[in-house]
């Protein structure tokens, strides 16, 4: 290639980092596959993480979404996270499963975790799976849908070792992660309901993509290190000349949700993903990243036959609450009651119609990191064109 084609492709991808970007979410999830078929990962993972990053986007959770790519991308060239790794089983009494990721990607390791989940509740009724040492999960909703398609209840929390982004309730210290948890309960005949929520007030990708021109997080999603509660996200960074905000050593904090009540959940998350699976938690003990995952599953049908007098079972009481919820009367008329999950499902049917839309940085990080994954200029040049 010449040197005018190279100058002229970084031009045409520079140019598209210039105003938001508007891109088919198959593209979209072509484009991030081919970025990591440039790392160590193999097509297959490459594949899953695409797939993965741009689920989330299309449920409207852009925090776990394709901004992640460029730190990925990172995490693998530094060793943090590892390409293409197996699962690893360390205790097996039945019901009761510890796995090991092996610091692999979230988007291998987390699935064989959850599909091993699914396998055994199916088998006895129910199962609790411990994952400890995994890559960065993703979106956990993801999990919860996954086990809610196989017709089963679960419940997931998790933590991030090493991960210090959020202040207890009164603090202005950091002395917790993120630590989302996702619930989901499938329902025969209807979408399943699920619920995923971090338990600080906005996850920290989404501090991110407002750092990088998407949406503002909320007044009072972080506090400063001067005690100050603020909604500017630039006080969970630090900033270094050439260098990704770092969010690990930035002056301020993000907030729990819900106060005292969010603060004490995210807690949970550090003892039962982070110390019961052997994770490691946010405090002084680790230094290595990674994510701990601790679920339950429980099969309704299993449960159905034990009891055998619920009137219409499992499936009847559900639907017959769930149509006496979406019943109660709206606060305004023009905005009706919803239950988890449905604004993700309104999200994703509207992106896969209209595109995803990208805010410029948001693009220009992800092209960033397809630079240093060693993806031609060409290629991404093309995936400009193909957004614009």
């Known amino acids: 290639m010449s040197e005018t084609r190279t100058t002229n492709d970084a031009a045409t991808a520079d140019a598209a980092a210039d105003q938001p970007v508007v891109i ?31 689920g989330a986007n299309l449920a409207g959770h852009d925090s776990h979404g394709v ?17 293409d790794q197996e699962i690893k089983v360390l205790i097996d009494s039945g019901s009761l ?13 987390g699935p064989a975790a959850v599909a091993l989940g699914i396998e055994r509740c199916k088998e006895l009724g129910t199962a609790i799976v411990g994952l400890r040492n995994a890559g960065h999960l993703g979106r956990i909703g993801e999990y ?46 209807r979408r399943p309901v699920i619920h995923d929520f971090a338990t600080s007030v906005v996850a920290e990708g989404k501090a991110m993509v407002a750092l990088h021109g998407g949406p503002a997080v909320p007044e009072n999603a972080l506090v400063s290190a001067d005690g100050e509660i603020t909604g500017d996200p630039r006080v969970l960074y630090s900033f270094a000349d050439g260098q990704r905000p770092d969010s690990t050593d930035g002056p301020g904090s993000l907030r729990a949700m819900g106060e005292h009540k969010g603060s004490g959940i995210s807690v949970m998350c550090e003892l039962l993903a982070g110390a019961l699976t052997g994770t490691g938690t946010a405090g002084p003990r680790r230094v290595r990243f990674a994510n701990g995952m601790l679920s339950v599953y429980v099969d309704p049908a299993q449960i159905d ?25 709206a606060i305004d008329p023009d905005q009706p009651v919803k239950l ?43 995936a400009a064109e193909q957004a614009l």
């Open 305 to 329: 036959a034990a009891v055998g007098e619920a009137d219409d079972g499992y499936n009847g009481i559900a639907a017959d609450y769930l149509d006496w919820f979406y019943d109660a009367a």
């Open 67 to 83: 901004i992640r790519s460029a730190l990925y991308v990172e995490l693998l060239a530094n060793g943090v996270q590892l390409a």
């Open 24 to 54: 088919d979410h198959e593209r979209l999830a072509g484009f991030i596959a081919e970025i990591f078929r440039h790392t160590a990962c193999s097509d297959a993972e490459a594949e899953r993480i695409g797939a993965s990053l741009v």
């Open 144 to 189: 919860a849908e996954m086990a809610a398609a196989q017709g089963l209840v679960s419940v997931h929390f998790v933590n991030v070792a090493n991960s210090r982004l959020v202040a207890p309730f009164g603090a202005k210290e950091r002395r917790m992660g993120t630590n989302p948890c996702a619930y989901g309960a499938p329902v025969a005949g």
């Open 340 to 382: 988890p999950g449905d604004v993700e499902h309104e999200r994703r049917q509207h992106r896969k119609a209209n595109g995803i839309t990208l805010p410029a940085e948001t693009w220009a990080s992800i092209c960033s990191g397809a630079r240093a994954a060693g993806v031609p200029e060409a290629t991404i040049a093309a």
């Open 97 to 109: 499963m510890l796995v090991d990721g092996q610091y692999g990607m979230g988007q291998t390791v």
